[in-house]
């Protein structure tokens, strides 16, 4: 099968953990290079924001990525891309009409935005991920969220015109029946975990003079609630909190919500607990994660989550908040607790509990361990999306490598 994915602002070459490079770089890389492992022949359309990369990359895991020329050759915000989709449109339906691909699955909002109007004039069925939806970022961040006017009422029309949705977790699927789009056309597909990287065997990063401790990992935005986990460490005297993440270290002291979280810790009296380390690359954050004895997230939404994923491959607890696909992938009391947002005192309460049971913690890592592998391999949710496409333009592909890859009976 020859897939488009289209991903307008995040490029799966990009380093993780900078400004828009997240998750969704992370799931386009993995679910490609598992399709590509599949037998699928696999192209990813980014927004050009360099000048440097060459118009196509031929990745080492198997899938191409082209750059396409939309806007500047340089970093625009992602919430200011709208713009420029038409000319990403343009380059998509000026490509599929020479060689169009079996399907489409588009990525983020703008991304489906540009996938549909190729793919109407191709005949190219469309599949849309959002991995975010503006109602639930409106409803979150009021006055502050950024996105444009338009968004809301684009979702709904993509909701409308795509030929399924594959939302990433089942609070996902509520949100968007509540949108209006039928139940029936909606597949549950979550994110996915390299579980020979992400492990308990390997090196752990050595502890400091505290016996206990946390490690969070996200983006440098408010929305992480990192701030959260620092007021937890007030009930925590014993315990470090290791927060990676943002610029690299060395860019770090530049950073607004670094220097916030800095302070913030200085006004709680806990800024010898808190440590920044910044950007941790993808090989090193597996050491980073075992050395944890829990890993916290605290955010105040999110679309998916793949940090407990990670932790729960390396066989360490999480503890996260009761939140958007959080809720899917921590099972609580069986794989790590969950705790309301925004609630530093629940939030210690669970994390002294765990710190004081080393048994507790060791059941909860197995069960967390064993939780990943059944469910979060990428090559059990590169099966998944196959049938989604499949679901999705009628075919009759043969995906019987895809069901032995995952065990799955046919």
């Not at 899938?63 to 992602?78: E, M, N, S, T």
């Not at 409803?139 to 409308?160: K, V």
Request: aromatic share 6%; glycine share 10%.
């Amino acid at each position: 099968m020859k897939i488009a994915m289209v991903s307008e602002h995040a490029n799966p070459l990009a380093a993780l953990g900078g400004i828009d490079a997240g998750g969704q770089n992370l799931l386009v890389a993995e679910l490609s290079a598992a399709l590509s492992r599949l037998g699928h022949k696999v192209t990813v359309y980014t927004r050009r924001d360099s000048r440097e990369p060459a118009e196509q990359v031929r990745t080492p895991h198997g899938y191409r990525v082209v750059h396409v020329p939309a806007g500047p050759p340089k970093h625009v915000p992602k919430d200011d891309l709208l713009p420029y989709m038409g000319e990403f449109a343009r380059f998509l339906r000026e490509r599929w009409a020479v060689n169009p691909p079996d399907i489409a699955h588009a990525h983020f909002w703008m991304s489906g935005l540009a996938t549909v109007s190729a793919g109407r004039i191709a005949g190219v069925p469309v599949v849309q991920t959002f991995h975010a939806l503006g109602v639930v970022k409106r409803r979150h961040q009021g006055a502050d969220d950024t996105s444009p006017a338009q968004r809301i009422g684009t979702e709904r029309m993509l909701g409308r015109e795509v030929e399924r949705i594959a939302a990433t977790c089942t609070d996902e699927v509520f949100e968007l029946v509540r949108m209006g789009v039928p139940r029936s056309r909606i597949s549950v597909v979550p994110c996915g975990v390299d579980l020979e990287q992400f492990k308990p065997e390997g090196d752990r990063l050595p502890k400091g003079r505290y016996e206990h401790r946390l490690v969070a990992v996200g983006r440098m935005v408010p929305r992480k609630g990192f701030a959260t986990a620092i007021a937890a460490l007030r009930a925590l005297p014993n315990t470090e909190l290791v927060i990676a993440g943002g610029p690299d270290k060395r860019r770090l002291a530049g950073d607004e919500h670094a220097r916030f979280l800095r302070s913030f810790a200085e006004s709680m009296n806990v800024a010898d607990q808190v440590r920044l380390v910044g950007q941790v690359s993808r090989t090193r954050m597996p050491t980073l994660l075992r050395s944890a004895d829990a890993v916290v997230c605290t955010p105040w939404y999110e679309p998916f989550g793949i940090v407990p994923l990670e932790a729960m491959g390396c066989g360490v607890p999480v503890v996260a908040s009761a939140v958007g696909g959080l809720t899917d992938t921590v099972v609580d009391g069986v794989t790590g607790a969950l705790v309301p947002p925004r609630k530093p005192r629940a939030l210690a309460g669970a994390l002294h509990h765990l710190l004081t049971h080393r048994t507790l913690r060791e059941q909860l890592g197995a069960a967390g361990r064993d939780r990943a592998w059944a469910r979060y391999s990428w090559d059990r949710v590169a099966a998944e999306t196959v049938r989604v496409y499949e679901r999705a333009n009628g075919s009759t592909v043969d995906t019987s490598r895809a069901g032995r890859a995952v065990g799955v009976r046919r």
